[in-house]
């Protein structure tokens, strides 16, 4: 299928690894030119040099901390043009209430929250202003099905679901789509991060963590690369009356209620 995104130019934040390095080489292989912004350097540097030759679209790199509101203001400026904008950049602390102090709270919000809100802020400015544009929230499904022990996320996610709902309702009388992702767990760094949390509240011991995987549906997380392949289908033209709107992908877990099953005593 032709989805018609060949010479679009995309921002992808978080780009150095997991879902938005995978989304990065999704776009690419559509033909996107790509803007990859992230804090680690080196892992765009590879990414570029890897994309680039694999793909032969062009890519430049961003290399900045998005949790702070002056670089996402500027990556925005930067990137005014891009026809995609992909919200990827967050890693919200994972454990109960108890166990998050105020820092980790705002540090969290700093970089997922309102740097989704100030980048989306700024782009789809441009967009509004030119008449077309598709901008991509990658959430997590925490937000619709809320769990006590990644009680930071939930609260953000959910927030962030609204915000996609509230501006993707009236975009596309400007020309702009704006529609969210909700992954569950994906085989990513940060999915280790939390399930190691998890493994420690549960049973006291974080090196059990793979033990999780075996409660998720079909026995895994998704993949990277299909939460990548999800949003490069709804930045194109084929999906051009979808708005307003947030797509999980997440195996059932939301559907069904649970996260995993959890244990109600530590074992």
Same mark, same amino acid.
């Given at each position: ?15 150095? &690894? ?5 989304? /990065? ?35 430049? %790199?961003?290399? =900045? ?14 990137? /005014?043009? %891009? ?17 998050? !102090? ?9 970089? &997922? ?13 441009? =967009? !509004? ?10 959430? @997590? ?23 996609? +709902? ?9 020309? %702009? ?18 399930? !190691? ?15 999780? +995987?075996? !409660? ?14 999800? =949003? ?11 708005? @307003? ?6 195996? @059932? ?7 995993? &099953? ?6």
């Amino acid at each position: 299928m032709d989805l018609r995104l060949a010479g679009q130019g995309v921002l992808i934040t978080g780009a150095s &690894k997991g879902i938005g390095l995978a989304a /990065a080489r999704a776009f690419a292989r559509e033909g996107c030119n790509l803007h990859l912004a992230a804090r680690s350097g080196e892992a765009l540097e590879a990414a570029r040099a890897e994309i680039a030759n694999e793909c032969g679209v062009s890519v430049e %790199v961003h290399v =900045m901390d998005l949790s702070r509101t002056d670089n996402v203001v500027e990556l925005g400026k930067r990137c /005014a043009g %891009v026809d995609v904008l992909v919200n990827n950049a967050g890693e919200i602390p994972s454990g109960p209430i108890d166990a998050l !102090k105020e820092e980790d709270w705002r540090r969290g919000y700093d970089l &997922k929250l309102f740097g989704y809100i100030t980048l989306t802020r700024e782009i789809y400015a441009a =967009m !509004k202003a030119r008449g077309s544009g598709v901008i991509i929230n990658d959430i @997590g499904n925490s937000g619709e099905n809320w769990d006590a022990n990644y009680i930071a996320g939930s609260t953000a996610n959910a927030a962030l679901m609204a915000f996609t +709902r509230a501006l993707g309702g009236q975009s596309l009388d400007f020309g %702009v789509r704006v529609v969210g992702v909700n992954p569950g767990p994906v085989e990513t760094e940060r999915m280790v991060k939390i399930n !190691k949390r998890r493994a420690l509240d549960w049973y006291g011991d974080e090196s059990r963590w793979q033990e999780l +995987r075996e !409660k998720y549906p079909g026995g895994r997380p998704a993949s990277a690369e299909e939460v990548a392949d999800l =949003m490069v289908y709804l930045a194109s033209p084929r999906a051009g009356y979808i708005t @307003g709107t947030i797509v999980t992908i997440d195996g @059932g877990i939301a559907a069904r209620g649970s996260i995993i &099953k959890e244990r109600s005593v530590r074992g």
